[in-house]
């Protein structure tokens, strides 16, 4: 059997995404900040052939340089977006859904210990930015 499948977005667009939620009064507050560096990159490197490509006036290559550029990285920051969004609030209804996990005692004391990590428990320094057992971002 024949699938097509369409792939808008080719490109490794997200170089990193940071995720926070908080909790106001019964809803679920979600903010989230994408970088997009390593897509700005590709994007770049991918348009720098115009310069020798094409063969018009450096004000045409500029343009064109310009156009690719708003192709690749604008297009793909869109999409991206688009489908973050999408997926958060696919996520966010998913957890809304289920019963909010239990916290035993000792998983009270460990996020109650600075020096200890709150999703594991281990041990950790003040310096430590990610948890060394369980490789959770601190902080």
Same mark, same amino acid.
């Given at each position: 059997?024949?699938?097509?499948?369409?792939?808008?977005?080719?490109?490794?667009?997200?170089?990193?995404?940071?995720?926070? /939620?908080?909790?106001?009064?019964?809803?679920?507050?979600?903010?989230?900040?994408?970088?997009?560096?390593?897509?700005?990159?590709?994007? /770049? /490197?991918?348009?720098?052939?115009?310069?020798?490509?094409?063969?018009?006036?450096?004000?045409?290559?500029?343009?064109?340089?310009?156009?690719?550029?708003?192709?690749?990285?604008?297009?793909?920051?869109?999409?991206?977006?688009?489908?973050?969004?999408?997926?958060?609030?696919?996520?966010?209804?998913?957890?809304?859904?289920?019963?909010?996990?239990?916290?035993?005692?000792?998983?009270?004391?460990?996020?109650?210990?600075?020096?200890?990590?709150?999703?594991?428990?281990?041990?950790?320094?003040?310096?430590?930015?990610?948890?060394?057992?369980?490789?959770?971002?601190?902080?």
């Amino acid at each position: 059997m024949f699938r097509f499948v369409w792939n808008w977005n080719l490109l490794k667009t997200i170089t990193f995404i940071e995720i926070t /939620l908080k909790e106001k009064g019964t809803d679920i507050v979600l903010k989230y900040r994408i970088n997009f560096t390593e897509l700005f990159v590709i994007s /770049l /490197l991918l348009s720098l052939p115009v310069f020798y490509i094409w063969s018009g006036s450096i004000g045409e290559k500029i343009i064109i340089f310009l156009i690719q550029n708003a192709l690749f990285y604008g297009l793909n920051v869109v999409i991206t977006i688009l489908r973050c969004n999408r997926l958060m609030r696919s996520t966010l209804a998913d957890i809304q859904e289920h019963e909010p996990p239990t916290v035993s005692k000792e998983q009270q004391a460990w996020i109650s210990d600075a020096a200890r990590c709150d999703a594991c428990g281990h041990a950790i320094e003040p310096r430590d930015k990610i948890c060394p057992d369980c490789g959770i971002r601190l902080g």
